[in-house]
């Protein structure tokens, strides 16, 4: 089982251009979630889905899509990347009640 | 609105020092708390979590954490600190109700463990 696996693990884009992050999960969870990480502000969470076919915003949605393909895809889309999404982004599953969340390695994003 | 405060940003202790690390949170009702530890490069690891019951729970790598209602904290404590648990500690409650189903974390606080 490889649990959650995010691609890329590493990418510079231009500013402007455009990219998907995707993330894929084996652990038969609903509930899947966007961060990102940056120095001194912890994991702040960009969208989540509670469920296949719902997607809600979290804290920073600004600048970001989400689709919810089916119960174990999730991708981030940047449409037109800047400097300030400059970030490590995590996808995390499960996290519901009675259960914690389960982490991918992140991709480490570089907008210049 | 659901938060967490880790007001201690950089921490150093010397191996085998106890170690305390601060969490506060503010939610409206049960909270489910956890701890989770980053390694550099990687991703998150949970060291343990609260649910309910007992309020001193146990965690993996000897760490264990209390939970003060009063207070609304959440610490998590090791009795020695061992070199190799110099990371990124990352406390976070669980937002739970309807359609909702959300993670939120604090800042972090960064541990160095002096030899």
């Known amino acids: 089982n490889a649990g959650v696996t995010q691609t890329p693990k590493f990418q510079v884009l231009k500013t402007g251009q455009s990219m998907t992050l995707q993330c894929a999960q084996d652990m038969n969870h609903n509930s899947m979630y966007w961060y990102r990480q940056d120095p001194g502000m912890g994991l702040r969470l960009i969208y989540y889905s509670a469920s296949e076919g719902t997607t809600d915003k979290g804290e920073v949605p600004n600048g970001y899509n989400v689709s919810r393909l089916n119960k174990r895809e999730f991708s981030l889309r940047l449409e037109s990347a800047a400097p300030s999404q400059t970030s490590v982004y995590f996808c995390?599953?499960?996290?519901?009640?009675?259960?914690?969340?389960?982490f991918g390695q992140g991709t480490r994003l570089t907008v210049v | 609105a659901q938060s967490v405060t880790q007001p201690d940003i950089h921490i150093t202790v010397s191996e085998g020092a106890s170690l305390e690390l601060r969490c506060n949170y503010s939610y409206g009702a049960t909270p489910y708390l956890f701890w989770y530890v980053q390694s550099p490069g990687q991703g998150l690891q949970l060291l343990l979590k609260?649910?309910?019951?007992?309020?001193l729970v146990q965690g993996i790598k000897g760490f264990e954490a209390e939970f003060k209602r009063s207070q609304s904290s959440f610490n998590l404590r090791k009795p020695s600190v061992h070199w190799s648990d110099a990371a990124e500690y990352f406390c976070?409650?669980?937002?739970?109700?309807?359609?909702?189903?959300?993670?939120?974390f604090g800042t972090g606080t960064l541990l160095a463990v002096q030899p």
């Open positions: 976070a409650v669980g937002a739970y109700g309807g359609a909702t189903n959300k993670l939120i």
């Open positions: 609260y649910f309910s019951g007992d309020t």
């Open positions: 995390a599953v499960g996290g519901g009640p009675v259960t914690e969340a389960f």
